[in-house]
Nanobody, 116 residues
Framework: QVQLVESGGGLVQAGGSLRLSCAAS????????MGWFRQGPGKEREFVAT????????AYADSVKGRFTISRDNAKNTVYLQMNSLKPEDTAVYYC?????????WGQGTQVTVSS
């Protein structure tokens, strides 16, 4: 069983930056594709970014492309989401997820609030 714990959320002004971390345990981290998702107030959960097992391939939602960067450190069993130029519409609970094949494992989420 894989456990995922997110951290790094908080309150930030528009234009600011935050770095989210997601620490994994209980599995073979380097064998999982990892992703970040978010759920804003009154909205459905949506895809934000994903990174392959080695870290050599990434993909982003159009809404965050050029502002967010996903990365991973397999030696530390951790995936990161660097968020720059934050906007109020980025306000959401951010979740990381691990995919052996599909996203079977999810963290509890970390709140990100961007004030205007």
């Amino acid at each position: 069983q894989v456990q995922l714990v997110e951290s790094g959320g908080g309150l930030v002004q528009a234009g600011g930056s935050l770095r989210l971390s997601c620490a994994a345990s209980g599995g073979i981290f380097s064998s999982y594709r990892m992703g970040w998702f978010r759920q804003g107030p009154g909205k459905e959960r949506e895809f934000v970014a994903t990174i392959n097992r080695s870290g050599g391939s990434t993909a982003y939602a159009d809404s965050v492309k050029g502002r967010f960067t996903i990365s991973r450190d397999n030696a530390k069993n951790t995936v990161y989401l660097q968020m720059n130029s934050l906007k109020p519409e980025d306000t959401a609970v951010y979740y990381c997820a691990a995919a052996p094949t599909r996203y079977d494992y999810w963290g509890q989420g970390t709140q990100v609030t961007v004030s205007s």
